[in-house]
């Protein structure tokens, strides 16, 4: 097995880890699978190629990233707004979430369907070198820096979560939101934040994705199934669970791609998923849902 396979794996799995963490993110705060997310993914990538593609000199790929994290988070504080918050004040069951991110995930994908069609956008070379060889292998630039910017990103997400007041927070209401009401926590602000931090990691990942891939409007559904997956694999809920499980996703379907074809590799992941119910409903954080952090 080649080097260049397992670090092309890690660097997939590294943007499904950005998809997987901000999927975790708020279902450890509202106990929901929000798959609204994936449209919001779908969304980020078409923002990214508009941006991208609308000046004479293409912006570089750090402004790009940062003006559609910045305009996916607040797509997602709007979702928030006009989908979550009405249940949230009604303390509706959580199929009422599970519903209202479903519906909202196919009405994403029909609106950019319906102005975009079905056509798939490629972004203009962005890198000026195509490839670089290290170790004795030739690796793609698009792959490192895809690798370099989620590590980067989930770095600073797991010191923000374990080393700030609001990362302290934001464990304190996913454990307890009464008792953290009543020890002085705004549990409705870390809602919001949260919803934020999803929607800026949605940004990101869509970005990468649509450079890496291309852009089209079920982007966001299909890559949120591999998220979904490794989230559940993780231990829904857990961010390092559900970091580990993704980049472990990730190099299996590379090694997978590579040995027994494409069309072979999605009932192997669903399959790993199917095993980990079985024999560790848990996962690989090792907690259940109502314990996570």
Not at 15 to 36: E, R
Request: hydrophobic share 60%; aromatic share 12%; with cysteine.
């Amino acid at each position: 097995m080649s080097l260049q396979l397992i670090v092309n794996g890690i660097s997939l799995g590294a943007v499904y880890a950005l998809i997987a963490v901000g999927f975790a993110l708020v279902f450890s705060i509202l106990k929901f699978s929000n798959f609204a997310h994936g449209g919001m993914i779908s969304a980020a990538a078409y923002i990214a190629y508009f941006f991208y593609a609308s000046f004479e000199t293409p912006p570089s790929l750090w402004v790009t990233l940062l003006f559609t994290a910045v305009v996916s988070l607040g797509v997602a504080l709007l979702l928030d707004t006009l989908c979550y918050r009405r249940i949230r004040k009604n303390n509706s069951p959580n199929i009422y979430y599970f519903v209202a991110s479903i519906t909202f995930a196919i009405l994403i994908e029909q609106i950019l369907t319906v102005f975009f069609g079905k056509t798939s956008y490629g972004f203009p070379g962005m890198f000026e070198v195509a490839s670089v060889r290290l170790l004795g292998a030739s690796f793609a630039t698009m792959d490192l820096v895809v690798l370099a910017v989620s590590i980067a990103m989930l770095v600073v997400l797991m010191l923000l979560i374990n080393r700030t007041k609001i990362g302290l927070a934001i464990r304190a209401v996913a454990i307890n939101p009464r008792a953290s009401r009543l020890m002085g926590i705004n549990s409705g602000f870390i809602v919001l934040f949260t919803f934020a931090l999803a929607g800026f990691l949605a940004g990101v990942s869509g970005t990468l994705l649509g450079i890496k891939y291309s852009v089209y409007p079920a982007l966001g559904s299909s890559m949120m199934v591999k998220g979904f997956i490794a989230s559940v694999i993780g231990g829904l809920g857990s961010l390092s669970g559900a970091i580990a499980a993704a980049i472990l996703l990730g190099v299996i379907e590379m090694v997978s791609i590579y040995f027994l074809g494409s069309s072979v590799t999605p009932a192997i992941l669903f399959g790993i998923m199917l095993v980990f119910l079985f024999l560790r409903p848990q996962g690989i954080s090792g907690k259940f849902a109502q314990d996570k952090v």
